[in-house]
């Protein structure tokens, strides 16, 4: 393969990958093999491949060899997580509002295609939600499953994991707003329930707005 100026070992993996179409789960060439592809030493063609199992982009099965990875956005979640924990209430207040543009924009698509069976199943998942935070995660995945963009659910799933992590500097909330935070996400299903995108909208803003209000009154305590 090519070389071009200022590419490195790792760079010229993954350009490898996608010269090959290799496709997830796709056995990559052994290291003699890389090393020979790329004219590169034994430690160079080690180092660039531990590097990309870092970034999910290859998958050393032990035993096995190493295969192409997911390149799942999980990776993305420490270096979130610890650029929120370093500015928390403001980096909070941002993460909630990309996701809010991100869950508000969509829900009215899902609106369109809601089936009885993903309607009781978001109606159980509302009911686990006083006692079950991972209900709350699954509730939001389940949502958008049916619009089949693997991205979406990437991000969102990112999104509720890192704000989770770093939501207990905002104290326990109140019994009052947890109730009302289960009821937003009730107002979600019946808006879906009627097949009204612009009420599907409104009950995701309320919700998100209910969240960044609680962040706001930290920000002003602190």
Same mark, same amino acid.
């Given at each position: 393969?090519?070389?071009?100026?200022?590419?490195?070992?790792?760079? +010229?993996?993954? @350009?490898?990958?996608?010269?090959? &179409? *290799? #496709?997830?789960?796709?056995?990559?060439? !052994?290291?003699p093999?890389?090393?020979?592809?790329?004219?590169?030493?034994?430690?160079?063609?080690?180092?660039?491949?531990?590097?990309?199992?870092?970034?999910?982009?290859?998958?050393?099965?032990?035993?096995?060899?190493?295969?192409?990875?997911?390149?799942?956005?999980?990776?993305?979640?420490?270096?979130?997580?610890?650029?929120?924990?370093?500015?928390?209430?403001?980096?909070?207040?941002d993460l909630?509002?990309?996701?809010?543009?991100?869950?508000t924009?969509?829900i009215? +698509?899902?609106? @369109?295609?809601?089936?009885s069976? &993903? *309607? #009781?199943?978001?109606?159980?998942?509302? !009911?686990?939600?006083?006692?079950?935070?991972?209900?709350?995660?699954?509730?939001?995945?389940?949502?958008?499953?049916?619009?089949?963009?693997?991205?979406?659910?990437?991000?969102?799933?990112?999104?509720?994991?890192?704000?989770?992590?770093?939501?207990?500097?905002?104290?326990?909330?109140?019994?009052?707003?947890?109730?009302?935070?289960?009821?937003?996400?009730?107002?979600?299903?019946?808006?879906?329930?009627?097949?009204?995108?612009?009420?599907?909208?409104?009950?995701?803003? +309320?919700?998100?707005?209910?969240?960044?209000?609680?962040?706001?009154?930290?920000?002003?305590?602190?």
């Amino acid at each position: 393969m090519a070389k071009r100026n200022g590419d490195t070992v790792q760079d +010229r993996i993954v @350009a490898l990958i996608h010269e090959r &179409k *290799l #496709a997830t789960g796709a056995p990559m060439p !052994t290291e003699p093999q890389l090393m020979d592809l790329l004219g590169a030493s034994r430690n160079s063609v080690r180092e660039a491949v531990r590097a990309l199992q870092a970034l999910g982009i290859v998958e050393i099965r032990h035993g096995f060899g190493t295969f192409v990875g997911r390149a799942s956005l999980d990776v993305l979640s420490p270096s979130l997580e610890f650029r929120v924990r370093s500015n928390p209430l403001s980096a909070l207040h941002d993460l909630v509002e990309v996701r809010e543009l991100l869950e508000t924009g969509l829900i009215g +698509r899902v609106a @369109a295609d809601a089936t009885s069976t &993903k *309607l #009781a199943a978001l109606d159980a998942l509302v !009911t686990a939600m006083a006692n079950d935070l991972q209900a709350d995660r699954a509730f939001h995945t389940l949502l958008y499953e049916s619009l089949g963009n693997e991205l979406v659910l990437q991000l969102i799933d990112l999104f509720w994991q890192v704000y989770h992590q770093v939501e207990p500097i905002l104290g326990d909330w109140p019994q009052v707003h947890k109730s009302e935070i289960v009821a937003n996400h009730r107002r979600i299903v019946e808006a879906l329930r009627s097949k009204d995108a612009h009420a599907a909208r409104e009950a995701m803003s +309320r919700h998100f707005t209910e969240v960044k209000t609680r962040i706001a009154k930290a920000e002003s305590a602190s």
